[in-house]
């Protein structure tokens, strides 16, 4: 049975950003900025931080306005502690330990995400005017439409450092980027365009959409197929469940085993789509590969003296 890389490419993640950020000030503090640049901006914005976080630390000495409330400091004490006396610490500990940190720095994190997200659109900006001879106006609506993307993507990454109740994998799923979710760009490029070009952009952006739905299905059907052995007739029909089971599955796609129905699955919808095709010794094999999957994170977790995060399944791309 194949395995995936499991939650170590999101521990990877988190590490990865962490370091990348902190390797990014340490290089940025080693040279003159331009005056007016980014980088100075950046220096700006954490001059005004330390500040802040020298104001804390005397109000935290003085014992005002802390009394009751956990520092970074004392959290990163217990997560050493639990290290050293061989318990397991999860992500979503790391997580909530860092926030405090996370809200001082947000300024800084949201202009990094921003020029990231900036590079993002303006390339996107670009393919689209080319592929489909935006005029100058409407490539700079575009541009000014990616823009108030921009922004309320970085409003649900704030709320989720800012919330009380977000975990590892909440900050995992903001943290992404995938051109092709951008909720709206479709309606917004066909208010645009009209004739051939309208009429190219449907097409293309819906067989883009058919061909990642094929391959997420077939790629769960090897994976569920390899797990419980299912006949013929059965890969039909799961397939047109895993396929309804996408999140670019739109009603009105077609796929052989969905029969009448083309709506999309989510959650217990699904789950109860999938279970209704196998027979009952087959959903005692699911049930058990479904626990060995979490048995097998939950063992890589401690290999690095870690556990899962809440709703880790999110994250699992195995999952169906």
Do not use: C
């Amino acid at each position: 049975m194949t395995k995936s890389p499991g939650m170590r490419q999101y521990l990877g993640l988190a590490i990865g950003l962490l370091v990348g950020v902190a390797g990014a000030l340490l290089f940025q503090q080693s040279l003159p900025p331009e005056e007016g640049s980014m980088q100075e901006q950046l220096e700006e914005v954490e001059a005004e931080l330390r500040v802040v976080s020298q104001r804390n630390a005397v109000l935290e000495a003085e014992g005002t306005g802390r009394r009751g409330r956990r520092s970074v400091r004392d959290g990163m004490r217990t997560i050493a502690e639990k290290i050293r006396d061989g318990e397991d610490v999860s992500l979503d500990d790391i997580f909530w330990t860092m926030k405090p940190w996370m809200r001082d720095m947000a300024p800084l994190f949201d202009r990094m995400r921003a020029l990231d997200q900036d590079n993002n659109f303006d390339a996107l900006a670009g393919d689209l005017s080319r592929r489909y001879d935006l005029s100058p106006r409407d490539e700079r609506a575009l541009k000014d439409w990616l823009v108030r993307k921009s922004e309320e993507n970085a409003r649900e990454f704030n709320e989720v450092i800012f919330s009380d109740t977000s975990g590892f994998v909440d900050f995992v799923r903001a943290s992404r980027f995938d051109e092709q979710d951008l909720v709206g760009i479709d309606e917004f490029m066909e208010s645009r365009l009209e004739g051939e070009e309208l009429a190219q952009f449907k097409a293309e952006r819906l067989g883009e959409r058919i061909s990642h739905v094929q391959a997420e299905a077939n790629r769960r059907l090897h994976r569920i197929d390899g797990a419980v052995d299912l006949d013929n007739d059965q890969l039909d029909e799961m397939f047109g469940v895993m396929a309804r089971g996408s999140k670019r599955f739109e009603p009105g796609m077609e796929f052989d085993g969905m029969g009448g129905e083309t709506g999309r699955l989510e959650g217990a919808d699904r789950e109860a789509a999938i279970r209704a095709v196998l027979r009952p010794d087959q959903l005692r094999r699911y049930e058990a590969y479904q626990q060995e999957r979490k048995e097998d994170a939950e063992r890589e977790m401690r290999r690095m003296g870690l556990s899962l995060p809440k709703d880790w399944q999110l994250l699992d791309d195995e999952g169906f």
